[in-house]
């Protein structure tokens, strides 16, 4: 691939230490961004920091505090941020909402919404003030389905659609746009939260039976990252291999 469209941009990308969010934010460094990673993971970092020309920061992003300290740091060491690609996520266990645990509970909308929202929040005011951004959050489509014995999950991904739909609308002027995604299941190491039985519903559920690769992807969240998305915000874009009903 030999386009630069990110030549000058900087970009974060959280939970971009594996997975869905290194694919991004190895594609995005691959045509021309400077990339911040933001992960909780020190292994995973430090494998990152050793293999790809990419920067890492380790950061509790349900701690608003680590997140504005980090995201302070990655505008001192990078300049400026253009471009957030909200990817850090969790599934939480997959059980009824009778058995749901209440802890479980609350961790799975820190991690899904609340630090999804405190990193939206934090970067908004420079790039409003720089009448340029894009974010792009990545729910689900369990978002807008709801997947049984994943309530919490299901739940914080609509909270992520919602989030994202009214936050496009407040800077819509402001030369920012804002949207999600809703991949359904692609194979990453998240696999490892979920039941073998829950595995095997997503896929029963995806009419091209086959899981999403993180390639396919990045594509999207990299052309909605890109200039060329300029008239598109508040938008949800499927990625579910022909799953998604509307």
């Known amino acids: 691939m030999s386009t630069q469209r990110f030549a000058g941009r900087v970009a974060v990308v959280t939970g971009g230490a594996s997975g869905i969010g290194l694919a991004i934010a190895q594609r995005l460094r691959l045509e021309g961004a400077q990339v911040a990673v933001w992960d909780r993971d020190q292994q995973r970092l430090a494998a990152v920091a050793k293999n790809e ?6 950061v509790a992003l349900q701690d608003y505090g680590s997140v504005q300290s980090t995201y302070a740091q990655t505008k001192k060491d990078l300049g400026k941020v253009d471009i957030l690609v909200c990817s850090a996520g969790i599934t939480g266990p997959n059980t009824t909402v009778i058995d749901y645990g209440i802890e479980d509970w609350k961790e799975v909308f ?5 630090a999804l929202f405190h990193c939206n929040k934090v970067v908004m005011e420079d790039m409003t003030a720089q009448q340029y951004g894009r974010v792009v959050n990545i729910a689900s489509i369990a978002g807008k389905e709801g997947n049984p014995n994943a309530s ?11 989030l994202s739909k009214s936050l496009a609308k407040e800077v819509a002027t402001k030369g920012v746009t804002v949207n999600s995604i809703t991949p359904a299941a692609v194979e990453t190491p998240m696999f490892a939260q979920m039941t073998q039985t829950h ?5 029963s559920k995806i009419p091209m039976h086959r899981f999403g690769k993180v390639e396919e992807i990045a594509a999207i969240v990299c052309w909605l990252a890109s200039e060329e998305a300029s008239f598109s915000t508040g938008a949800v874009f499927d990625v579910s291999g022909g799953r998604a009903t509307y």
């Open 110 to 114: 820190d991690i899904n919404v609340h």
């Open 199 to 203: 595995i095997d519903y997503m896929l």
């Open 53 to 58: 020309d990419l920067h890492v920061y380790e």
């Open 152 to 162: 919490a999950y299901s739940a914080s991904k609509a909270a992520v659609i919602a």
